[in-house]
């Protein structure tokens, strides 16, 4: 395991699912953490967690409450953690909603509100903080899906936020470079965490269809395979065996692909009647 123990990561969402996993696996290498999101109860609930992880009896984990789409809470607290804990070596954009329905039945406000959370709101970090990396260097890691890199039936707005944020990384990449920043991009699967449960509610027939039976991974293994992926200095970071492989399939065959997924579709709905 290598140590982290000179490290500092910034976490947004990080009082849950993925972005608390990798707090979790960064905290156990011995960096220090700090958790972003809004909800104070959530975070102080996860930062009791992560100190029982940390051997070393020096505080590791502090949380800062803020919604990362509005860029005046933005700009006013995170500077002031800067100051307080140093800057971030690793930053971590997790903060993210996502809402699954057909096109028609997805709510003005849902589609503005993942665009401002998933997209605005990792610009907002970055915009923030980068300039403060700039001394040290350090990594970026935007935290976009599957449905970032493939349209998918029954994801029109959080595809429209996730590949969004993929573009930002991308053209950031290479201007970022010029100050030892590296800016990656974490592709997760269905992963098991509360957001799922959240969007399973009102996912279409056809989405389920699309996702088959394979079984969500779990945050720790996404956690883990990010890491992995931050230490070989990997842009595109994919858990998993089945998004590598649409990822594949998207880029060097995207019409067969096409036709596999209308198949499917269609399958449910003759199944639905
Ligand atoms: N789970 C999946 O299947 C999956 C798959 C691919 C990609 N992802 C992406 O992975 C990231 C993490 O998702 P997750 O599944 O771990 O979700 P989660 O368990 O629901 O955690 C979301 C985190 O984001 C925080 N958050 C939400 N809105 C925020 C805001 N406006 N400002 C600050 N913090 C905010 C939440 O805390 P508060 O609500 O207290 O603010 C929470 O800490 C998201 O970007 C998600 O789109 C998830």
Same mark, same amino acid.
């Given at each position: 395991?290598?140590?982290? $123990?000179?490290? !500092?990561?910034? +976490?947004?969402?990080?009082? #849950?699912?993925?972005?608390? $996993?990798?707090?979790?696996?960064?905290?156990?290498?011995?960096?220090?953490?700090? *958790?972003?999101?809004? @909800?104070?109860?959530? *975070?102080?609930?996860?930062?009791?967690? *992560?100190?029982?992880?940390? $051997?070393?009896?020096?505080?590791?984990?502090?949380?800062?409450? *803020?919604?990362?789409? @509005? +860029?005046?809470?933005?700009?006013?607290?995170?500077?002031?953690?800067?100051?307080? #804990?140093?800057?971030?070596? +690793?930053?971590?954009? #997790?903060?993210? !909603?996502?809402?699954?329905?057909?096109?028609?039945?997805?709510?003005?406000?849902?589609? +503005?509100?993942? !665009?401002n959370i998933n997209l605005i709101g990792t610009w907002n970090a970055i915009t923030v903080l980068e300039p403060l990396m700039r001394n040290k260097g350090g990594s970026i890691v935007n935290v976009s899906s599957i449905a970032g890199f493939i349209g998918t039936f029954g994801y029109t707005a959080y595809s429209a936020s996730k590949f969004g944020v993929i573009g930002l990384s991308e053209a950031l990449r290479g201007e970022l470079k010029r100050y030892g920043i590296r800016v990656l991009v974490l592709c997760p699967p269905d992963t098991d965490t509360p957001q799922l449960v959240e969007e399973n509610k009102t996912k279409p027939a056809e989405t389920k269809a699309l996702s088959g039976k394979s079984k969500p991974m779990s945050s720790e293994a996404v956690a883990k395979a990010c890491i992995r992926g931050l230490e070989k200095g990997k842009f595109m970071i994919i858990p998993g065996s089945s998004g590598k492989m649409i990822y594949l399939a998207k880029r060097l065959f995207p019409s067969p692909l096409n036709w596999i997924m209308d198949r499917e579709v269609q399958r449910a709905q003759r199944d639905l009647g």
């Open positions: 395991m290598k140590d982290y $123990s000179t490290k !500092i990561a910034y +976490i947004t969402g990080g009082s #849950s699912g993925i972005g608390l $996993s990798l707090a979790r696996e960064l905290v156990r290498r011995g960096a220090k953490v700090i *958790l972003i999101a809004r @909800n104070r109860h959530r *975070l102080e609930h996860a930062c009791n967690e *992560l100190e029982s992880v940390t $051997s070393s009896g020096h505080r590791n984990v502090s949380i800062v409450s *803020l919604d990362v789409s @509005n +860029i005046d809470q933005v700009r006013e607290m995170l500077p002031k953690t800067v100051e307080l #804990s140093g800057a971030p070596d +690793i930053l971590v954009n #997790s903060a993210g !909603i996502a809402y699954s329905n057909y096109f028609e039945r997805i709510p003005y406000e849902k589609f +503005i509100d993942m !665009i």
